[in-house]
């Protein structure tokens, strides 16, 4: 019997998807709860047709090394800020990630951010709990949306679906990015430079990727240009934020909440002093993180690992430039290998 390939998973993952992938493959996986050792990961690539990976890891050139067989690399999660993808294109490995499938999902946890902070439903809700109902103060008051401005930095595909969920709320919507987008997807959301979008949003909410450009975009000098009534929501990725600067913005009132969906570090460890800040709600880094919407990205990343140890084409390759190509047919010469082979081709003119 042929061999099947062999793909490693270097940690935890849906069961599910995992039953789905060995129907197609050998997997060997790493089941510790403890993070897989790198130089054990990296012996096991040896051996290796694919790679799923699961972080805590760095995905560069030195993990590939001596990889001489992988084929593809493929991760549940649409941001690669663990990934060196030009070092993986320069040793010929596409990789995969999961874009589309997460994107109501998370502008559905980003707004459910906003929408908790803005009516301070953690605080009055402990209150009710702790059978202390009467003796709410009155300063935990919530404020309007309506009427209010969203700043969107970062509009990306999700962006895009916070700015829907938003104006439904009846909220003036702005963005900054990149580079200003003249396409038909933007609807009603106006460009700003990133000064004019922080003077006068009431909500900033930040998406943007991690890269060189964007860590520690939000510094010091980043939240006092907010109002001093704002609130700052982060769904992008943790070191976006100089969490020191947060803090102190946080505790001089500089700005009046955060919400925050990423922090840095990741996980957050119980002595943190962000922990210890009164106006500041956080959650786990749960964006994507529903049954079906986890499940879809698993299957994703499945097939794209199935597809590249088969060296077919990956749905959803961050590095098309050495993502396989699809096989062209050659009809001529497959009807002269029919014909040598002695089959009819009569029947098929
Ligand atoms: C989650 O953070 C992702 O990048 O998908």
Same mark, same amino acid.
């Given at each position: 019997?042929?061999?099947?390939? +062999? ?101 559905? +946890? ?8 803005? *009516? ?30 969203? %700043? ?6 999700? %962006? ?6 938003? *104006? ?31 003077? @006068? ?45 947060? @803090? ?11 919400? +925050? ?7 957050? /460890? ?23 919407? *986890?499940?879809?990205?698993? @299957? ?5 690992? @199935?597809?590249?140890?088969?060296? *077919? /084409? ?36």
């Amino acid at each position: 019997m042929e061999k099947k390939p +062999l793909v490693v998973v270097n940690g935890l993952v849906r069961k599910d998807a995992i039953a789905y992938l060995k129907e197609h493959v050998d997997v060997r996986q790493w089941t510790e709860k403890t993070v897989m050792p790198r130089e054990v990961l990296k012996e096991w690539l040896i051996d290796a047709d694919g790679l799923w990976c699961v972080r805590p890891l760095d995905v560069d050139g030195d993990l590939v090394k001596n990889a001489s067989n992988l084929k593809v690399i493929a991760q549940a999660a649409v941001g690669y800020d663990n990934v060196n993808i030009d070092e993986l294109t320069a040793a010929g490995i596409p990789y995969g990630n999961t874009p589309g499938v997460l994107n109501e999902t998370v502008a559905e +946890l980003a707004f459910t951010l906003i929408a908790t902070a803005s *009516r301070r439903i953690i605080e009055n809700a402990n209150f009710v709990k702790d059978g202390r109902w009467a003796q709410r103060p009155s300063n935990i008051k919530g404020f309007d949306l309506s009427r209010r401005t969203l %700043g969107i930095i970062g509009m990306g595909a999700i %962006g895009v679906s916070i700015s829907r969920r938003a *104006r439904a709320f009846g909220m003036t919507v702005v963005y900054h990015n990149r580079n200003q987008r003249l396409d038909d997807k933007i609807h009603k959301t106006t460009y700003m430079e990133l000064d004019d979008l922080l003077a @006068i949003s009431d909500v900033v909410c930040v998406m943007a990727p991690l890269t060189d450009e964007t860590y520690h975009m939000c510094d010091e000098a980043f939240f006092k240009k907010m109002k001093n009534t704002a609130l700052f929501v982060n769904v992008g990725r943790g070191p976006i934020v100089d969490t020191k600067a947060l @803090i102190n913005a946080l505790k001089t009132d500089e700005i009046d909440y955060a919400a +925050l969906d990423v922090t840095d570090p990741e996980p957050l /460890p119980a002595d943190h002093p962000l922990l210890d800040v009164e106006n500041c709600l956080i959650v786990p880094h749960i964006g994507s993180y529903t049954d079906r919407t *986890r499940l879809d990205m698993s @299957i994703l990343t499945a097939d794209n690992i @199935i597809a590249g140890v088969h060296k *077919r /084409p990956l749905k959803t390759c961050v590095n098309e430039e050495v993502n396989y190509k699809k096989p062209q047919m050659d009809v001529e010469f497959a009807l002269e290998e029919l014909k040598k082979a002695g089959v009819d081709l009569t029947d098929f003119d």
